[in-house]
């Protein structure tokens, strides 16, 4: 989602200019429970706002590209409000010599010399004449000066803006140069790692699963997938159970979690812990690992996004 108009992200999620990945990752999540809409009831309406406007600080903030273009803006913000600075001071120096030159149009010739030795003994007083005793300067010479400076002001802005361009563009060389040799590596190590699913379950009317109950539901099943390696010993922790189904290194086992048990057991419900080699081999179907990073929490119930800030079971 874009960024709105105007909105400045780092305020959104209580951040300063110069944050790191990981403390934007951090400061989303606390938004993402403070926000969820789930916890704010009596206030649904605001906290979807709040909760949609987090999501689009995040990906702004997480996005290097936008991020470094944001402090680019910010500094020539800051120039032009440099600039603006001055033209007020020139505009000031051109009305003060515009009625200067008013002044002495309308002066007869004693009041006119005394006037230019007022503004002398003035100037001098003030300090307003050059240090090295020369003469002000005259409109053209400041006009010249003026354009001299502004030359220089639209220089400065452009090297500002090459320089961070080339910075961004090496950046994300290297980032894609280092996400290329990542993409082999992992490939190379998840064909030798063996898909393991995870099967959460709750007892219900003192019905339960045994390890033994596991493995022959996902045997008889999903044998066309290949063979089973290993099952894990049931975690129990009051009424909920899990446990995990491992197959062996290779095996194509896409299915097994839709598995839902037998009845009148309790319900199954499964996920992958290790995909299956699969998911690595069609590109044009990738599947996008749970990287931690925060740019799934939108989808998460209350609970989910509770229990995996918290460490919950």
Request: aromatic share 8%; with cysteine.
């Amino acid at each position: 989602m874009p960024l709105k108009p105007g909105s400045n992200p780092y305020k959104i999620l209580d951040l300063e200019k110069g944050c790191t990945e990981k403390e934007i990752q951090k400061a989303y999540r606390a938004q993402c429970l403070k926000w969820h809409p789930d916890k704010n009831l009596n206030n649904k309406e605001e906290a979807e706002k709040k909760f949609i406007e987090a999501k689009e600080a995040f990906d702004f903030l997480y996005d290097k590209e936008k991020r470094v273009s944001l402090i680019t803006m910010h500094c020539i913000n800051l120039l032009f409000c440099f600039q603006a600075e001055y033209d007020k001071g020139e505009e000031r120096i051109r009305v003060a010599q515009e009625n200067y030159n008013k002044r002495m149009a309308q002066a007869d010739g004693e009041r006119k010399r005394l006037i230019e030795e007022l503004e002398k003994r003035e100037n001098e007083v003030n300090g307003k004449r050059p240090a090295d005793g020369s003469a002000p300067m005259t409109s053209a010479q400041q006009a010249k000066k003026k354009k001299t400076e502004q030359r220089n002001f639209k220089e400065e802005i452009e090297a500002i803006r090459r320089q961070l361009e080339k910075e961004v563009n090496e950046e994300v060389q290297q980032k894609n140069a280092l996400m290329k040799t990542e993409r082999e590596k992992h490939q190379k190590n998840r064909e030798k790692t063996m898909p393991q699913l995870l099967v959460k379950w709750k007892i219900s009317e003192g019905l339960d699963y045994s390890e033994d109950d596991i493995r022959s539901i996902f045997s008889n099943i999903f044998f066309q997938f290949g063979p089973i390696s290993n099952i894990s010993s049931v975690i129990r922790k009051k009424d909920k159970r899990k446990g995990i189904v491992e197959f062996e290194a290779g095996t194509n086992a896409w299915g097994a979690e839709l598995e839902t048990g037998n009845s009148p057991m309790p319900e199954l419900t499964a996920e992958w812990i290790q995909p299956p080699v699969d998911t690595i081999k069609k590109a044009e179907n990738p599947v996008k690992p749970n990287t931690g990073n925060g740019s799934n929490l939108e989808h998460m119930s209350l609970e989910d996004l509770e229990a995996q800030i918290m460490g919950g079971f």
